[in-house]
């Protein structure tokens, strides 16, 4: 094991990542799901701004092994029959996964499709490889813990690296249905959204999701629960209809067909990056090279 990558991650920031991340506390029960919503998806978070400075280095760190070289997760991570398993599985998680969502911007978005997406993802396919009494996605692994509203949030993210690449569309699939179901059996319920294929596999779901703002009105776990779902649903229709996600094609310098195109305008929620940034993304794939993590302009580095 990288010695340097364990102590740029230790239990103590993995802990830290995992608590920073989730939008309530582990033994919380939330009368107002959708708020908690909310403020996970669209709140700008003093707990997350703070453990910018502590990631940072460790995702500089594993930027530079290449993704032939990478570590074995788990070594990072206490025994996986342990009771800390699942949180800092979480957090590692949210580092490898949410971590470059929310600190890289301009050249250095990326190194979000284009490396830290793969590598989020093969963790959680390791994850879920595991026998299901021990997979950190199993309400068996929470319930003596946490409680049942907080397990929905940590499953969801945990199953976010599925939904974020681009080649993963049918495991997203599998993983969210599952997360379906563990909501209809405990409150004997049916997603109303499985009879509603006009709304699920709407084209332009994710931007109209994404541009509400959350779940509105009297909102509990299931119907918060469920809108969750949904959004984790409307990923699905671009990759159908185009096989990527358009708005990624500016930060992996790819070039946009007419009907993408169209489909940006119609969202009328994306919004393309400066142009300097698009050359100099372009650019550095056309020399076969990658522009260090934090290279330009980035105050952590």
């Not at 209809?241 to 929620?269: C, Q, S, V």
Request: glycine share 6%; hydrophobic share 40%.
């Amino acid at each position: 094991m990288d010695a340097e990558l364990r102590s740029l991650l230790p239990p103590s920031l993995l802990q830290q990542a995992a608590e920073s991340w989730m939008a309530i506390t582990k033994t919380e029960e939330v009368p107002d799901f959708g708020k908690a919503v909310k403020k996970m998806l669209f709140s700008h978070d003093d707990k997350v701004s703070a453990i910018r400075p502590k990631v940072w280095p460790a995702l500089g760190h594993i930027s530079k092994l290449g993704a032939d070289y990478l570590p074995d997760w788990f070594s990072l991570l206490p025994p996986v029959e342990s009771l800390d398993f699942p949180t800092q599985a979480l957090g590692l998680t949210m580092i490898l996964d949410q971590a470059p969502r929310n600190f890289f911007q301009g050249i250095d978005q990326r190194w979000v499709g284009g490396y830290f997406d793969d590598i989020s993802l093969g963790f959680a396919r390791s994850l879920q490889n595991l026998t299901p009494d021990l997979r950190p996605t199993s309400w068996n692994r929470w319930k003596d813990t946490a409680s049942f509203e907080y397990f929905i949030f940590a499953r969801m993210s945990f199953g976010t690296p599925f939904v974020h690449n681009e080649n993963a569309s049918e495991e997203a699939m599998v993983y969210t249905d599952e997360t379906r179901t563990y909501i209809e059996e405990r409150f004997n319920v049916r997603d109303p959204i499985r009879e509603q294929p006009e709304r699920r596999w709407d084209l332009l779901g994710f931007p109209k999701l994404i541009s509400s703002g959350g779940p509105e009105g009297d909102v509990d776990i299931v119907k918060g629960g469920f809108w969750l779902l949904e959004l984790m649903d409307v990923h699905k229709p671009p990759l159908d209809k185009f096989g990527r996600y358009p708005y990624r094609n500016w930060h992996l310098g790819r070039d946009m067909t007419a009907e993408e195109e169209a489909w940006i305008r119609d969202a009328g929620f994306f919004k393309a990056p400066p142009d300097e940034v698009c050359r100099r993304i372009r650019a550095d794939i056309e020399a076969g090279i990658w522009s260090p993590l934090g290279s330009v302009g980035n105050p952590d580095v």
